[in-house]
T-cell receptor, first 111, second 114 residues
Framework: AQSVAQPEDQVNVAEGNPLTVKCTYS??????LFWYVQYPNRGLQFLLK??????LVKGSYGFEAEFNKSQTSFHLKKPSALVSDSALYFC?????????FGKGTMLLVSP | NAGVTQTPKFQVLKTGQSMTLQCAQD?????MYWYRQDPGMGLRLIYY???????DKGEVPNGYNVSRLNKREFSLRLESAAPSQTSVYFC?????????????FGPGTRLTVT
């Protein structure tokens, strides 16, 4: 079975600093990888995906993610964090018919 | 274009009561999903429907039933609610375009079973 791991329950960063939210995956075959964000009391919103092609994927709200096949990682990054980026972030991998999600990482950006 | 809608937003049930959570999408998507979200557990798939007329079990189907009423609607039923089913429930849908794998989520239903 395919799986994703998000090793950090919470990431704290100061506004203006770069941020990284980590994700590693385990799949058989080519990975299809996703990042979603959940703001308080809201549903999940799609941020970006890696299917094939360039290892650096750009998404919504200035986020990007780097696919690293040798390290089986798909870390989410942003060059300069905003307080409004504070939210719960989920990494996911596609399985046949659906997605398998990680447990989520809470990102807290302090002013 | 409302996307994915869910009703109700909040619900409190007593143990043993039944209820149906409603989900509808207006994006003409074939695939629809029901997840539950619990603290520290991420999202876990309960059931999904790849197309109208088909449903399949996900990771945690016990205690739930689903109905794909038509292409737009996918309901989740709790026949006899238990406190372990206290959770936030999300419905999602997905298009079938070759380049489209992402799911679109509704706002969720917060269910408490006492």
């Amino acid at each position: 079975a395919q799986s994703v791991a998000q090793p950090e329950d919470q990431v704290n960063v100061a506004e203006g600093n770069p941020l990284t939210v980590k994700c590693t995956y385990s799949v058989s075959g080519n990975p299809y990888l996703f990042w979603y964000v959940q703001y308080p009391n809201r549903g999940l919103q799609f941020l970006l995906k890696y299917i094939t092609g360039d290892n650096l994927v750009k998404g919504s709200y200035g986020f990007e993610a780097e696919f690293n096949k040798s390290q089986t990682s798909f870390h989410l990054k942003k060059p300069s964090a905003l307080v409004s980026d504070s939210a719960l972030y989920f990494c996911a991998v596609r399985e046949i018919g659906t997605l398998t999600f990680g447990k989520g990482t809470m990102l807290l950006v302090s002013p | 274009n409302a996307g994915v809608t869910q009703t109700p937003k909040f619900q409190v049930l007593k143990t043993g009561q039944s209820m149906t959570l409603q989900c509808a999408q207006d994006m003409n998507h074939n695939s629809m999903y029901w997840y539950r979200q619990d603290p520290g557990m991420g999202l876990r798939l309960i059931y999904y429907s790849a197309s109208e007329g088909t449903t399949d079990k996900g990771e945690v189907p016990n205690g739930y039933n689903v109905s794909r009423l038509n292409k737009r609607e996918f309901s989740l039923r709790l026949e006899s609610a238990a406190p372990s089913q206290t959770s936030v429930y999300f419905c999602a849908s997905k298009g079938e375009a070759r380049s489209s794998y992402e799911q679109y989520f509704g706002p969720g239903t917060r269910l408490t079973v006492t």
